[in-house]
């Protein structure tokens, strides 16, 4: 079946530090893939998407490539701030059947001043 | 509101009772989804709904839950003789359509814990 797989948390950098949260994933055919992110007392909400290989998704800074060869969908962002802590999700939707998208456990991220 | 609204935000209920958590997706989305979130975890998938119709329902544990939307609009999840391990945060989304692409948009939960 479909499964995605995140680094364990949590992350804690200081303001300014470069980020990378890993995210794997497990699919027949070519999914799409998303991040998520949850900031504190607030529902999920999408972050950045890439929906074919060797796209790159970007929002706020944030970045992720579809890197079909490793099946990775790795974020990034060159400097965190501490408005960046949140819990991210790493998703992703199957090209067939009823597109029901499978998400990761989540890693918390906290960034110190 | 232009968001996904559930109802209630928290809810507290004893052991074996009947509860029902209410969704109101974004007014024109046609697909709409229920997950369940344990703390620590991310979202497990419950249901889906196209339309009036539950296009998938391979993610409800057991016949103890079931999930109606009887115009495609408002859907509520309902989940008999709860147990303690029924505790989680239940969460609706919609999308304007099922698909591969697709963005879906969660509500900010109901936190269900059972006594």
């Known amino acids: 079946g479909n499964s995605v797989t995140q680094m364990e948390g949590p992350v804690t950098l200081s303001e300014e530090a470069f980020l990378t949260i890993n995210c794997t994933y497990t699919?027949?055919?070519?999914?799409?893939l998303f991040w998520y992110v949850q900031y504190p007392g607030e529902g999920l909400q999408l972050l950045l998407k890439?929906?074919?290989?060797?796209d790159k998704g970007s929002n706020k800074g944030f970045e992720a490539t579809y890197r079909k060869e490793t099946t990775s969908f790795h974020l990034e962002k060159g400097s965190v701030q501490v408005s960046d802590s949140a819990v991210y999700f790493c998703?992703?939707?199957?090209?067939?059947?009823?597109?029901?998208?499978?998400f990761g456990r989540g890693t918390s991220l906290i960034v110190h001043p | 509101g232009a968001g996904v609204s559930q109802t209630p935000s928290n809810k507290v209920t004893e052991k074996g009772k009947y509860v029902e958590l209410r969704c109101d997706p974004i007014?024109?989305?046609?697909?709409l989804y229920w997950y369940r979130q344990s703390l620590g975890q991310g979202p497990e998938f419950l249901i889906y709904?196209?339309?009036?119709?539950?296009?998938?329902d391979s993610g409800l544990p057991n016949d103890r839950f079931f999930a109606v939307r009887p115009e495609g609009s408002v859907s509520t999840l309902k989940i008999q003789r709860t147990e303690r391990g029924d505790s989680a945060v239940y969460l609706c989304?919609?999308?304007?359509?099922?698909?591969?692409?697709?963005?879906?948009?969660f509500g900010e939960g109901s936190w269900l814990t059972v006594v």
């Open positions: 709904f196209q339309g009036t119709g539950a296009a998938d």
């Open positions: 699919a027949t055919g070519y999914p799409s």
């Open positions: 998703a992703l939707v199957p090209s067939g059947g009823s597109y029901i998208p499978t």
């Open positions: 890439a929906t074919k290989a060797d």
């Open positions: 007014s024109g989305h046609t697909a």
């Open positions: 989304a919609s999308s304007p359509a099922g698909g591969r692409g697709n963005t879906i948009y």
